[in-house]
Structure formats: structure tokens, C-alpha cells
């Protein structure tokens, strides 16, 4: 079956530094999404993504985060200048059509620590 | 705005018995609501949708939730608890051209000997 892949599982990183998270969403879908689970905390939306640019994004993803479909199979999250508060899980998703009633396949997920 | 609000962040039952999870939703057009499924360093994976075909919604491994609109509640509820039910179980809620997943703060389900 089918199913959305995300790489690295772990990323450690310092405060300040770049990271980029990759994902490599299920073949025939085209629309994509990044969430954030902060731990303890519920899972948060940060940014969906169709047709090569930005559908709608969250107050959370503000100027330091950026999303790219470099070729026809991964689709990243870059955060340019880590914080603290960056430390989370995060989470891709993809679906077919992107249509409300649609299901969001997810990945294993990412999770970033900040120091 | 949509949102959904699930109660108890943990939940215990012994094997066999039955499992209630609670889900309140808040939206001022149709919902569409699902439940998703983590287990232990996994992904979040689709345990069922309600997308106003039918009330009774029924989903993997034996999970039914039940659209009550009175109540703008949509418990999830499995009749006999299996030690591989145990994980943390999140509710979510999409309305109108949303594409965007809303979640509750999670539900963690243990299951007892």
C-alpha cells in the first residue's frame, strides 16, 4: 500500500541553523500539507501546498518557514533560522483532489530538536 | 471557526471492555470530522470520516463514532478493547472549502489486563 514517507525520522540541530525536512508524498496525490505536534500539544496546521505554490498557511508559518516541490517526488519544509520553539514533531500529508470530504494520508513524521 | 475538543487526555479500560472517546466539535457550517490513529513512533493513520452520508460511521479494527448534531458530538466507541488498541487517538474537524485538518489535543488509550 501506498504511503507517505518522511526523512529524517530525527534531526538535531543548533538555534540559528537551517534545517530541511523532506517528505515524499504518496505518487498520484496533489495536494500537500505540513502540520507541527509540539509535545503535548495538539496538532497544528502549518501550510498547504498545490499546483507548485502555497494553497493557505497558518499564523505559525511566518517568514522563517518555506515549502518546495524541488522535482516530481519530494516536497520540503525549510525553517531558515531555527528557534527553540521550533522543537516539534512535524508531520507531512498528502491527498488527491484536496476536496474537503478527502483523506489526508500522513507520514511517520520528523522530529526536529533545537538546542 | 472550526474547532473540536476532545475530554480526557487519558483514558484507561480493561481488555474486553467497552472504549468511549470524546469528541465535541464547534463549527458554524457542516463539519466533516475524522478520527485519526497514532501508534508509537508512527504516523497518524485513518481509523473513520463522517462526511453527512450517514450518521453511523463505521471505520478500522472495529471503531464506530456516531454523528449527533444535537450534541456536536462524534464519541468514537469500540464495543471490546484490544491491547493493540492501546495509542493516542485524535479527533479532527474540516468545513467548507477548508482543505486544512483541525485537531483536538489527543485522547491516550491504555488498555488494561
Known amino acids: 500500500e501506498p504511503e507517505v514517507t518522511q526523512t529524517p525520522s530525527h534531526q538535531v540541530t543548533q538555534m540559528g541553523q537551517e534545517v530541511i525536512l523532506r517528505c515524499v508524498p504518496i505518487?498520484?496525490?496533489?495536494?500537500f500539507y505540513w502540520y507541527r505536534q509540539i509535545l503535548g500539544q495538539k496538532v497544528e496546521f502549518l501550510v498547504s501546498?498545490?499546483?507548485?505554490?502555497?494553497?493557505?498557511k497558518s499564523e505559525i508559518f511566518d517568514d522563517q518557514f518555506s515549502v518546495e516541490r524541488p522535482d516530481g517526488s519530494n516536497f520540503t519544509l525549510k525553517i531558515r533560522s531555527t528557534k527553540l520553539e521550533d522543537s516539534a514533531m512535524y508531520f507531512c500529508?498528502?491527498?488527491?483532489?484536496?476536496?474537503?470530504?478527502?483523506?489526508?494520508?500522513f507520514g511517520p513524521g520528523t522530529r526536529l530538536t533545537v538546542l | 471557526a472550526q474547532s473540536v475538543t476532545q475530554l480526557g487526555s487519558h483514558v484507561s479500560v480493561s481488555e474486553g471492555a467497552l472504549v468511549l472517546l470524546r469528541c465535541n466539535y464547534s463549527?458554524?457550517?457542516?463539519?466533516?470530522l475524522f478520527w485519526y490513529v497514532q501508534y508509537p513512533n508512527q504516523g497518524l493513520q485513518l481509523l473513520l470520516k463522517y462526511t453527512s452520508a450517514a450518521t453511523l460511521v463505521k471505520g478500522i479494527n472495529g471503531f464506530e463514532a456516531e454523528f449527533k448534531k444535537s450534541e456536536t458530538s462524534f464519541h468514537l466507541t469500540k464495543p471490546s478493547a484490544h491491547m493493540s488498541d492501546a495509542a493516542e487517538y485524535f479527533c479532527a474537524v474540516k468545513t467548507g472549502t477548508a482543505s486544512k485538518l483541525t485537531f483536538g489535543t489527543g485522547t491516550r488509550l491504555q488498555v488494561t489486563l
Open positions: 463549527s458554524s457550517v457542516p463539519p466533516y
Open positions: 501546498f498545490y499546483n507548485n505554490e502555497i494553497s493557505e
Open positions: 500529508a498528502s491527498t488527491t483532489q484536496g476536496v474537503v470530504a478527502d483523506t489526508q494520508y
Open positions: 505518487s498520484n496525490h496533489l495536494y
